[in-house]
């Protein structure tokens, strides 16, 4: 009886499919049909649009005619910026990196001019193991999946017309899987003659090599935090640079009401001076770490052939 239920019940999801497939899916092109409907919907896709557009870099937040016009105008540059979901002790929310990402991708692309931000991708890669841990923090992807995710996005990004794809992660374990999908789709459009450039770029993860030394040489804040170092005096997976760009972007986020309430507006030795004070500071490290990031793509792009 069981087998037979189970047997009923899969008939419609085969039948689902077999249909999704012989049509091209519901979520693609090939879901238009074909014939007068497609023409219908790709008259309809190249008509011109009779309502004024948003200023955005969110490709998401396009209308599709929006977006047409743009690709049009010059915008072929796309960042693919990688977050995660991750344990970040008490004070900071999980998705820390999905917040910075967040915040510096839209400062990235408003300063290197024609350039759009991908959907982000907000889930990192790690391993679920076998054993139940109450209150772990993620989900994440495995290496496997998540490889595989990057480099279906920047395929799709190609098809929709980008032309240099750039992949960037705030999270160290992020890089493998961005590198990977960068290198395996360089190989398979190497011979194309449509040229597109999928690029990672390892330098928008700057926390240590960068933003710590900064603080410290530069601005002269001594934080009890080992350059290199991803924890420091406070035992505590934080650091200043990134309570400071958080607190520019949300301050809940670092949960900053309910740590001056506590006595305890403070990491690695530095005391909050108050939230005007450590959002300052974040300003100047979020102008740090884009900078940094988009001088990689200028030196990057000093090597493509010239068109």
């Known amino acids: 009886m069981r087998t037979r239920l189970m047997v009923l019940l899969t008939m419609p999801l ?11 899916g519901t979520g693609g092109a090939g879901g238009a049909g074909g014939g007068a ?20 870099v969110w490709l ?9 016009d743009m ?14 979901v991750e344990n970040n002790d008490g004070n900071l ?9 967040k915040l510096l991708g839209e400062m990235m692309a408003r300063k290197m001019g024609k350039t759009l931000v991908a959907p982000l991708v907000t889930l990192e890669p790690g391993n679920a193991g076998a054993n139940i841990q109450p209150g772990r923090a993620g989900p994440m992807l495995s290496q496997a999946t998540y490889a595989a995710l990057l480099f279906d996005m920047g395929n799709y990004l190609r098809s929709m017309g980008f032309k240099e794809i750039y ?20 190989k398979v459009y190497a011979d194309s003659p449509d040229k ?25 804040i001594p934080e009890g935090i080992k350059i290199g170092a991803s924890t420091g005096t406070s035992g505590l997976h934080e650091e200043l640079g990134i309570d400071a760009t958080m607190a520019l972007a ?48 200028t030196a990057y792009r000093a090597t493509l052939p010239k068109p």
């Open 93 to 101: 929310q999980m998705n820390k990196h999905n917040i910075n990402i």
């Open 196 to 220: 597109v450039s999928f690029k990672h770029i390892p330098e928008f993860y700057n926390h240590t090599s960068v933003v710590q030394p900064y603080i410290q040489n530069d601005l002269k």
């Open 60 to 68: 998401e937040e396009l209308t599709q005619p929006e977006f047409r």
């Open 37 to 56: 409907q497609a023409a219908q919907r790709q008259a309809a896709a190249n008509k011109p649009r009779t309502i004024d557009g948003i200023n955005t």
């Open 250 to 297: 949300d301050p809940q986020s670092i949960r900053f009401a309910q740590r001056v309430k506590a006595g305890q507006a403070e990491i690695n030795g530095i005391k909050f001076e108050s939230l005007k004070w450590l959002q300052d500071l974040g300003r100047k490290v979020a102008d740090l770490r884009v900078t940094t990031a988009i001088n990689a793509i």
């Open 167 to 186: 992949y960037m992660g705030d999270s160290g374990g992020n890089g493998r899987g961005m590198q990977s999908a960068a290198d395996s789709l360089t």
């Open 14 to 24: 085969l039948a689902a499919s077999a249909s999704a497939q012989a049509t091209g």
């Open 71 to 84: 690709i049009k105008d010059g915008y072929t540059t796309v960042l693919v910026m990688t977050g995660g």
